[in-house]
């Protein structure tokens, strides 16, 4: 599996931005599909934003398409998350999550359990 470790997060006010950036090791980087997701306190794990491994093709949850843009380097073995226009709903815990295929018709987009997570970052914005 890959290990997963990201950074990025903290406090900010509505209308700002964000970048996160999840670092991986532990297998070939570029072999992997990778994706975002976030928890809400008393939510569900949802989907947030997700791009194949060559980074050809991207798929993002309606709530924050236009605001957030996902991208990787494969050169540095990471994947950032670029959060702009805030919004107190975007208010969760971020997870950088690895699986060996993006299946884009899928609800989990392919990053089941069985896959690799990192342990998650805080992400809370203020009205």
């Known amino acids: 599996q890959v290990q997963l470790v990201e950074s990025g997060g903290g406090l900010v006010q509505a209308g700002g931005s964000l970048r996160l950036s999840c670092a991986a090791s532990?297998?070939?980087?570029?072999?992997?599909?990778m994706a975002w997701f976030r928890q809400a306190p008393g939510k569900d794990r949802e989907f947030v934003a997700a791009?194949?491994?060559?980074?050809?093709?991207?798929l993002y949850t309606d709530s924050v398409k236009g605001r957030f843009t996902i991208s990787r380097d494969n050169t540095k073995n990471t994947v950032y998350l670029q959060m702009n226009s805030l919004k107190p709903e975007d208010t969760a815990v971020y997870y950088c999550?690895?699986?060996?295929?993006?299946?884009?018709?899928?609800?989990?987009?392919?990053?089941?359990?069985?896959?690799?997570w990192g342990q998650g970052i805080q992400v809370t914005v203020s009205s």
């Open positions: 999550a690895a699986a060996r295929q993006l299946r884009p018709a899928a609800q989990d987009k392919g990053f089941t359990r069985r896959d690799s």
């Open positions: 532990g297998r070939t980087f570029s072999n992997y599909a």
């Open positions: 791009l194949s491994w060559s980074g050809g093709t991207t």
